[in-house]
């Protein structure tokens, strides 16, 4: 089945189609296993939740309304980041609001520099992503790459909004301060 | 405008990806089937478990339909029965012996004086005046309860026991003997309710001892019912339940648990005529260990249908039974008395059950379901021993582990 185009897929998955389904699944479920693990940690759950979520995507095909290019891989992702976050509810070493603040030495400036990504390959970020603390991750996560505003994952949340703003300015920080601690030891190898 | 190095994440992200575990398509494509079956098979399972949870109910409903208040004592020697019993044995007891023990006896000769040698007791027996016989005439309509017994033993001429059966019957095949303790009944509400004439067996029991009038509060009512009409009326009501069980998921739609429950058992009794007459209560308690297996029919998110079956050991940890006695239906005495069963208690389940999920681990359960209760030779009687097959509904707390 070559080059389908969205739509006709997703006309397919909403008539049931197994062969649609298949179509799809080796099409996206790569890029929504990293999105799941870049949610959870935890592989066992994170393949949990990413067949969770993908049988929920193929049940619910028939309510999916294409909305031009691009609309389907999103209404999946939206539907496996929903599937993390219920499970980090669930789960109870889930803490989002952290009273300790553990990094107090990082320094305030340097976030809007280019601490030199370019040189990072991004299982490198992955991994990086995935240590961070479940909170911190979680907000970056929503913030980042879910361009949520501190108001919506307060709500989303349940916290307020300035701890959101507070632990992805944290976790921010990590990053930067990891990723340059690794550049510093690539650069020693060579 | 988003900030810079927001994007760089974003554009160093947007193509990656990892790839999937193996098989995890075949896995979802088997929870996609398995939930077209499961769907079709709520289509007739609801239903399916609402009307037979409805036949249970109604099965239970109307074998205990005798058990109403208004249960008026009477005769039980009905033309029905004296159809069907030789009039050479029901002659003696007609004729009730004038010796006060002599009502209990549980032989009967043939012609009908009564046996000496059964009696009791010896010369420290009271001899109380000759009784009026009962007329032929009192004989009331006996309401059909599907409890009494209809048709006397084949060879009632034959044990003590069935001759006691004729007119002491609770209306059970198999008639468990006790020896001792009083025998609490309770009529009513589901359980197990029992009619019969005569006092109870274990007034019975009692006062084969001998007695005079005075001597205590039964003795008195006895004596005051020698020319009444007596009956006993019994209520054993189903046991409420509740407990805590333990899950573990072997399979994945297969577990077995185990946990702890605590069964209460109500009785009730009232033995005597009209007017006098012994009213008890019994309450049993007992703590069991339950261990069965369970089977999931169905699951949804915080739901789940499963079928269960296995078996229970319960233990009796205490009990008591007070008993009021009453005289031309005012009271003039109470007592009350421990009790305990020694043996345990063996039974077996099948039953149905919903679960609500509170938490992934916690859940809340109502198991209707069918139990029976082995016969442990105990002496107390209870719904465990007079109605060993019957109707359960055990509710609790389950915690899950996968």
Not at chain 1, 46 to 68: E, M
Not at chain 2, 111 to 127: F, I, Q, R
Request: charged residues 25%.
């Amino acid at each position: 089945m070559p080059g389908i185009p969205e739509q006709i897929l997703a006309e397919r998955l909403g008539r049931g189609d197994r062969q649609a389904m298949k179509y799809l699944y080796g099409l996206y479920a790569g890029y929504l296993n990293a999105v799941c693990s870049r949610y959870i940690p935890d592989r066992e759950a994170a393949k949990d939740v990413l067949q969770d979520s993908f049988v929920r995507i193929f049940s619910s095909a028939g309510t999916f309304r294409y909305r031009g290019e691009g609309s389907l891989k999103a209404w999946m992702k939206k539907i496996v980041v929903n599937g993390a976050l219920k499970y980090l509810q669930k789960s109870s070493r889930n803490c989002f609001v952290t009273g300790l603040d553990n990094f107090q030495d990082i320094p305030d400036d340097g976030f809007d520099e280019d601490y030199g990504m370019n040189a990072v390959s991004p299982a490198v970020i992955q991994e990086m992503i995935r240590k961070l603390p479940d909170g911190y991750r979680t907000i970056f996560n929503l913030y980042v790459f879910e361009d949520k505003s501190h108001k919506e994952i307060a709500k989303i949340l349940n916290i307020k909004e300035n701890s959101s703003a507070s632990q992805l300015h944290r976790a921010k920080a990590l990053l930067a301060k990891w990723i340059r601690e690794y550049l510093k030891e690539k650069e020693a190898e060579l | 405008m988003t900030e810079k190095w927001k994007q760089e994440y974003i554009d160093k992200m947007s193509g990656y990806s990892e790839p999937a575990p193996e098989a995890l398509f075949d896995d979802i494509m088997d929870v996609m089937d398995h939930r077209d079956k499961n769907r079709k098979r709520i289509m007739l399972l609801i239903p399916g478990i609402a009307a037979s949870a409805a036949a249970v109910i109604a099965a239970v409903l109307l074998l205990n339909h005798s058990g109403t208040p208004e249960v008026q004592y009477r005769d039980l020697l009905t033309d029905n029965v004296l159809e069907k019993i030789p009039a050479a044995v029901i002659l003696p007891e007609i004729e009730r012996p004038s010796e006060l023990h002599g009502m209990f006896r549980r032989t009967l000769s043939g012609a009908g004086t009564p046996d000496a040698e059964n009696a009791a007791g010896g010369s420290g027996t009271v001899s109380l005046p000759e009784e009026r016989v009962p007329s032929e005439e009192a004989r009331e309509t006996v309401r059909e309860t599907p409890d009494d017994v209809k048709e006397p033993d084949a060879d009632y001429e034959g044990s003590a026991r069935d001759e006691w059966q004729l007119f002491h019957d609770s209306g059970r095949e198999r008639r468990r003997s006790r020896h001792s303790a009083f025998n609490v009944f309770a009529s009513g509400l589901s359980g197990r309710t029992a009619s019969h004439a005569g006092y109870s067996e274990a007034v019975t029991m009692a006062s084969a001892f001998p007695m005079k009038y005075g001597d205590n509060s039964l003795s008195g009512i006895m004596t005051l019912n020698m020319t009444k009409d007596v009956n006993t009326e019994t209520r054993h009501f189903l046991p409420v339940r509740a407990g805590v069980s333990f899950s573990w998921w072997f399979a994945r739609r297969w577990s077995a648990g185990t946990g702890l429950t605590y069964s209460w058992l109500l009785s009730k009794s009232r033995t005597g005529s009209d007017e006098n007459y012994v009213d008890s209560r019994q309450v049993l308690h007992y703590v069991g260990i339950p261990l069965n297996v369970s089977f999931d029919i169905w699951t949804a998110s915080r739901f789940r249908v499963y079928a269960s079956a296995g078996g229970m050991l319960e233990k009796c940890v205490g009990g008591n039974v007070g008993r009021d006695y009453y005289y031309s239906g005012m009271l003039r005495s109470s007592e009350t008395e421990k009790l305990s069963v020694a043996p345990l208690q063996w039974s077996l389940a099948a039953s149905a059950g919903l679960q609500f999920g509170l938490t992934r681990m916690i859940g809340l359960y109502a198991e209707p379901g069918i139990t029976w209760y082995f016969d442990n030779g105990a002496d107390i009687a209870s719904v465990y021993s007079e109605r060993p097959f019957n109707f359960s509904l055990n509710l609790g707390i389950r915690f899950s582990f996968e």
